[in-house]
């Protein structure tokens, strides 16, 4: 490029300016950058995978799907954004916002007082401490299991000489462990099928919607073959033949059954925590940045890392670097952009957390909403049923009619984790204790993996803006690392109040997720702005994003906000 080039700068704002270094460093293959998308899967497939999503179909079966594979994919591209300022510069998305008017006094107190908002409710690690609860039979006090999870989540992060590291790689195995639980779950569900459903499954001959079934016809596998009719509650009479359950599970997937769905009846504040949990979920996406600068992605490398309490101190700069825009360097940066964007971003991230939606919904839709059961299978609904009671108050309980039975099989109340346990209820008929054990392990792990990252990624956020806001604290106290680990110990403690204070789980995830929505609406709408302001009208072209995703970002803004709205107008009453 030149002399000239070196003088093109991006905009700094009311931060001090960018530190200059003069090369970029070599971008690196999938295995050195991989890490970070481990922690993100492993903090994404939580409460909304696990919990409200399964919820949701065995309310309404498959007919809300689109809304989850539509803010799943959404958080992809909203990801990429979060990363990019970290690549090209080493500093922090919020430390680019805050270059931004009206400066870091109004955006540094929105990100953190309505990002603690979201994480200070540990409905996660509540959860995780109930499935464990539930393992051993109910044996002893619920607070103790919670509080033994919470524990292991400070030996964690006090264990390596880098914080991330052992984390990193815990998540890593927790992401590998569920995957592979729900595609064995998937396999023995197929298997458990009569060999007319396995013959609808390979030869769907149409994907088509069915909505609550009001009553199981004994024969109605022969009504399928003859092309009958049957009467389902939107008063429409719907060909049999078309009861194809994968073909019904892509047709909903991808918004065939958006007609029909009965908006009056849905529960907002579920589907707005689900619609913010379709992935990470505000603020959790933007701890993204934090783990991929202290990876070394791009000009991360010379930021630095927090070190463990084993660790030697390194030295972690408070403002970021702007490289020679040489055409060496930018080829450099684009490199980074794509590797971490498409290999990363994508092939770990979206593809782990999207296949794991898919199958937890698949799962609870086959066995909850669309039932091809045998007699046995039917006694086995229907005591899980009984067991589950009207908690979320499932629309579709009056599915089993009659009076149920008041079978409990572990002999305690067990209204704290509704699909996983039923479904673990269900498997256990099919796989016997194995299939019990398989599925409740699997809850503990997904949920307690959704609640350290949350934990660490808070206290990362925390430290930094620290670090980098108020020269005056990091004078006093020259190490990162006493800040992260002072603020890991204040939300600790906060969390084991809470947790003893016996609050229900399910209402701490809501809580929580009402405030996501909101981090995620106000900031993906500024990215265009953001990015078109702080790089150079030179290098747009190279580095920004691309045009053709502005309107992905609008989309974005309008279905969260939709969301948001809609969730925050229940709880107000007025939807």
């Known amino acids: 490029m030149g002399e000239a080039a070196k003088e093109i700068k991006p905009y700094y704002g009311a931060l001090p300016p960018l530190k200059p270094a003069k090369e970029v460093p070599s971008p690196k293959g999938v295995m050195e950058i991989m890490g970070p998308g481990w922690i993100l899967v492993g903090l994404s497939i939580g409460s909304g995978e696990l919990l409200m999503w399964p919820t949701m179909t065995m309310q309404f079966g498959y007919i809300l799907l689109w809304a989850m594979l539509l803010g799943v994919t959404l958080q992809f591209f909203w990801n990429t954004e979060l990363v990019r300022w970290t690549v090209i510069t080493g500093e922090s998305y919020i430390q680019g916002m805050a270059r931004m008017p009206p400066g870091p006094k109004f955006w540094v107190p929105w990100f953190l007082l309505i990002g603690t908002w979201g994480f200070i409710w540990p409905g996660w690690g509540m959860g995780a401490g109930d499935a464990m609860w539930l393992m051993v039979g109910g044996w002893g006090d619920p607070v103790a299991w919670r509080t033994l999870g919470f524990i292991f989540c400070l030996i964690v992060i006090l264990a390596g000489k880098i914080v991330r590291e052992p984390f990193e790689k815990i998540m890593m195995a927790v992401s590998i462990w569920f995957t592979v639980t729900l595609i064995i779950s998937a396999i023995y569900l197929v298997a458990a099928m009569p060999p007319v459903e396995i013959e609808l499954l390979v030869h769907p001959s149409k994907a088509y919607l069915i909505d609550k079934i009001i009553e199981l016809h004994p024969d109605w596998y022969a009504e399928l073959a003859a092309g009958g009719y049957y009467y389902i509650h939107t008063g429409q009479y719907v060909t049999i033949d078309t009861r194809a359950l994968v073909g019904t599970y892509i047709w909903g997937l991808f918004g065939g059954g958006a007609g029909l769905i009965p908006w009056e009846k849905v529960d907002y504040v579920l589907l707005g925590a689900g619609i913010a949990y379709a992935g990470a979920g505000g603020i959790y ?35 970021g670097f702007w490289p020679e825009p040489t055409p060496e360097n930018i080829s450099r940066l684009k490199k980074w952009i794509f590797n971490y964007e498409w290999k990363e971003n994508f092939l770990i991230w979206y593809v782990l957390d999207a296949a794991t939606l898919i199958l937890f919904t698949f799962i609870a839709g086959a066995i909850f909403y669309y039932p091809y059961m045998t007699d046995q299978v039917r006694a086995l609904y229907q005591q899980v049923y009984a067991e589950l009671g009207d908690f979320w108050n499932p629309l579709n309980k009056d599915f089993v009619t009659g009076t149920l039975p008041t079978f409990n099989p572990i002999g305690m109340p067990t209204k704290h984790i509704t699909g996983p346990l039923g479904e673990a209820r269900m498997f256990q008929l099919w796989m016997g ?129 939709w969301a948001f709205a809609m969730f925050v107008g229940r709880l107000a009453g007025v939807v």
């Not at 701890?287 to 101190?313: P, T």
């Not at 939300?491 to 003893?500: E, H, N, R």
């Not at 789980?505 to 900031?523: D, E, F, K, P, Y």
């Not at 702080?534 to 974005?556: C, M, N, S, T, V």
């Open 285 to 319: 996406n933007v701890y993204y940045s934090y783990w991929a600068r202290d990876k070394g992605w791009g000009m991360g490398q010379y930021i630095g890392r927090i070190a463990g309490i084993r660790g030697k101190l390194e030295t972690v700069s408070d403002i």
């Open 433 to 561: 204790p194995a299939g019990w054990w398989m599925f409740m392990i699997m809850a503990a792990m997904v949920l307690w993996s959704t609640h350290i990252s949350i934990l660490e990624g808070g206290a990362r956020m925390w430290a930094d803006s620290i670090w980098c806001f108020t020269p005056g604290l990091r004078e006093k106290k020259p190490s990162i690392r006493f800040w992260y680990y002072l603020v890991f110990f204040i939300f600790f403690i906060w969390g084991l109040i809470i947790i003893w204070t016996r609050m229900p789980t399910l209402r701490v995830l809501a809580i929580g997720a009402s405030i996501q929505l909101a981090v995620q609406w106000s900031s993906v709408i500024t990215v265009p702005w953001m990015y078109k302001k702080l790089i150079p009208k030179e290098l747009y072209k190279d580095l920004g994003p691309a045009y053709w995703r502005w309107p992905l970002f609008i989309i974005a803004f309008g279905f969260w906000f």
